[in-house]
């Protein structure tokens, strides 16, 4: 697996990524556009959709520590990694359930809408926060 710095120079400027959201009970998946500027909840997979790159969220504790969460979804990442034939890539997923929350609360969803649609939406938020940081 290779740092978001490593990623960042590996990845060109017209590069379709994937974003996911690992819980212990769902999974969320994004994608964004060739040019890296907004992600969007996905269920397409790799081939599909020329995918070049796997941002995958890390869900570190708010201290900045790794709990329980961050060793599993490490260990799920290295076997992605190890199964696929494009970069994978960690990236900090502190308060992304949360804003994709709050963002959905913003566009007056309704709650079980929200519910429903949470782990898509945090995988997006998830993508959109390191295809931010890979354009800057």
Same mark, same amino acid.
Request: no cysteine.
């Given at each position: 697996m290779i740092t978001i710095e490593e990623f960042k120079k590996k990845q060109s400027e017209t590069s379709r990524l994937i974003g996911l959201d690992l819980g212990s009970k769902r999974i969320g998946v994004s994608i964004c556009d060739e040019k890296q500027s907004i992600a969007t909840p996905l269920k397409k997979i790799i081939e599909e959709n020329n995918i070049k790159g796997i941002i995958i969220g890390y869900p570190i &504790?708010? $201290? +900045? @520590?790794? +709990?329980? @969460? /961050?060793? *599993?979804? @490490? $260990?799920? @990442?290295?076997n992605i990694d190890k199964n696929v034939d494009v970069d994978v890539c960690l990236w900090d997923e502190r308060l *992304?359930?949360? +804003? !994709? =929350? &709050?963002? *959905?609360?913003?566009?007056d969803v309704n709650v079980s809408k929200r519910e429903k649609n949470? $782990?898509? &939406? !945090? /995988? !997006? =938020?998830?993508?959109? +926060?390191?295809? $931010?940081?890979?354009n800057n």
């Open positions: &504790n708010m $201290d +900045g @520590s790794l +709990g329980p @969460s /961050a060793q *599993s979804v @490490s $260990d799920v @990442s290295k *992304s359930t949360v +804003g !994709a =929350f &709050n963002l *959905s609360s913003q566009l949470i $782990d898509q &939406n !945090a /995988a !997006a =938020f998830i993508l959109q +926060g390191a295809i $931010d940081y890979l």
